[in-house]
């Protein structure tokens, strides 16, 4: 079992940056299928990007397409999302997800974050 935490949001101004880490512990062996997805109130969880284990990225939210940037760091086990240009529209609570295959939806996900909260204020 692999756990999960998401560290680095916030509140901050339109237009404005943040960096969202992921760490991961337990039994983390093997290839992993991992996301950030995010939810705002009343609304479904939707994926915003993954990153599979050969390094391949999709961006599952077109809104998000050239201001985040998903990475990671296979030493340290750490998973990143640098937000830029950051809307009110991106307002949510930000979740990390690993799987041993992936998708743009929440079904192929195992491991899951608490999350952490962005606020984009206009």
């Known amino acids: 079992q692999v756990q999960l935490v998401e560290s680095g949001g916030g509140s901050v101004q339109a237009g404005g940056s943040l960096r969202l880490s992921c760490e991961a512990s337990?039994?983390?062996?093997?290839?992993?299928?991992m996301a950030w997805f995010r939810q705002a109130p009343g609304k479904e969880r939707e994926g915003v990007v993954t990153?599979?284990?050969?390094?391949?990225?999709?961006y599952c939210a077109g809104s998000v397409q050239g201001r985040f940037t998903i990475s990671k760091d296979n030493a340290k086990k750490t998973m990143f999302l640098q937000m830029n240009s950051l809307k009110p529209e991106d307002s949510a609570m930000y979740y990390c997800?690993?799987?041993?295959?992936?998708?743009?939806?929440?079904?192929?996900?195992?491991?899951w974050g608490p999350g952490t909260q962005v606020t984009v204020s206009s």
């Open positions: 997800a690993a799987g041993r295959w992936g998708t743009c939806n929440t079904e192929f996900y195992t491991s």
């Open positions: 337990g039994n983390t062996n093997g290839n992993y299928y």
């Open positions: 990153i599979l284990p050969g390094g391949g990225i999709t």
